[in-house]
């Protein structure tokens, strides 16, 4: 059971290149999210996924796109990447709460993936 | 909106002391809380969370947690402090699908 993996670990991107993070999970998780973590801000969550073929946007979807063609991969892509967009992002899943407020189910987290925009 | 404070940037505690690492929030309606640590170059691992009932929560590696509903507070807490429990900790409040989370605490346990 490998949980949340991400692919690639690190990234090095010039100025309006483009490029796509992978996440994918094993753990037949219906929620999938896409944080991005500053020094001395904490995560925030870029955009979300509820399940299969539905996108949502989070707290600083600006510069990103998402797909969720499949239950177990959740994209993030970078059309024209800019230096503010330096960062390390990370992954999470969690279960569909099947009864009671949302908010209550744990989520799990990918290991990172670290991206320098030059 | 709802917010996470982490009022110390960075605490330390030598081995085999109590250590406290502290949380507020402020969430309207119910507040679901969580904890989380990341070890350097890691992914965020999940520690313990709050959702209703005993105020005391315990966790994974002898942690535990103190919900005070007066004070806004959720504060983490292990009695006996390992070199190895030296990590970044987050606290988190939940609402529908997103997690709010504090800046993070450094703690460094001191042989």
């Known amino acids: 059971n490998a949980g949340v993996t991400q692919t690639p670990k690190f990234r090095v991107l010039k100025t309006g290149q483009s490029m796509t993070l992978l996440c994918a999970q094993d753990m037949n998780h219906e929620y999938m999210y896409w944080y991005r973590q500053d020094p001395g801000m904490g995560l925030r969550l870029i955009h979300y996924?509820?399940?299969?073929?539905?996108?949502a946007k989070g707290e600083v979807p600006d510069g990103y796109n998402v797909s969720r063609l499949k239950k177990q991969n959740f994209l993030l892509g970078l059309e024209s990447a800019a230096p503010s967009q330096t960062s390390v992002y990370f992954c999470?899943?969690?279960?569909?709460?099947?009864?009671?407020?949302?908010?209550?189910?744990?989520?799990?987290f990918g290991p990172g993936t670290r991206l320098l925009v030059l | 909106a709802q917010s996470v404070a982490q009022p110390e940037d960075q605490v330390n505690v030598a081995e085999g002391n109590p250590l406290t690492v502290k949380c507020t929030y402020s969430v309207s309606g119910n507040p679901y809380l969580f904890w989380y640590v990341q070890y350097p170059n890691r992914g965020l691992q999940f520690l313990l969370k709050?959702?209703?009932?005993?105020?005391l929560v315990k966790g994974s590696y002898g942690f535990e947690a103190e919900f005070n509903k007066s004070q806004t507070s959720f504060h983490l807490k292990k009695p006996s402090a390992l070199v190895s429990d030296s990590a970044l900790y987050f606290c988190a409040a939940s609402r529908s699908y997103q997690l709010t989370f504090g800046k993070g605490t450094k703690l460094s346990v001191i042989p």
């Open positions: 999470a899943s969690s279960k569909r709460r099947t009864g009671g407020p949302l908010g209550q189910e744990t989520q799990y």
């Open positions: 996924s509820v399940g299969e073929g539905t996108t």
């Open positions: 709050y959702i209703t009932g005993d105020n």
